[in-house]
């Protein structure tokens, strides 16, 4: 069984910055992407950056250039750090981490987590 953690989340002033932290735990042979999707109310979740096993990145165009995605291998940790924060920002932030499991290492899971809340005001 694998866990996967969000934490971070607050209520931010626009213009202002916070950091999410995900780290996923459990029986986890191997992580290979991970990554940050949002869902704001009334709207489809959307991906908003993703970080490759390899280490590269990826950023919906939205968010490029105020967003920085970045990994801890070492604690199976995913990072977002959010500046210049903006009122259409707000919404619940997930984290996803693909893995395979000590049990079926053959195969690559998409596990989500809980989600944690992001508020900015204008």
């Known amino acids: 069984q694998v866990q996967v953690v969000e934490s971070g989340g607050g209520l931010v002033q626009s213009g202002g910055s916070l950091r999410l932290s995900c780290a996923a735990s459990g029986s986890i042979f191997s992580i290979y992407n991970m990554g940050w999707h949002r869902q704001a109310p009334g709207k489809q979740r959307e991906l908003v950056a993703t970080?490759?096993?390899?280490?590269?990145?990826n950023y919906a165009d939205s968010v490029k250039g105020r967003f920085t995605i970045s990994r801890d291998n070492a604690k199976n940790t995913v990072y977002l750090q959010m500046n210049s924060l903006k009122p259409e920002d707000t919404a619940v932030y997930y984290c996803?981490?693909?893995?395979?499991?000590?049990?079926?290492?053959?195969?690559?899971?998409?596990?989500w987590g809980q989600g944690t809340q992001v508020t900015v005001s204008s």
């Open positions: 970080i490759f096993s390899g280490g590269s990145t």
């Open positions: 996803n981490a693909d893995v395979a499991t000590i049990k079926t290492s053959a195969f690559v899971y998409r596990y």
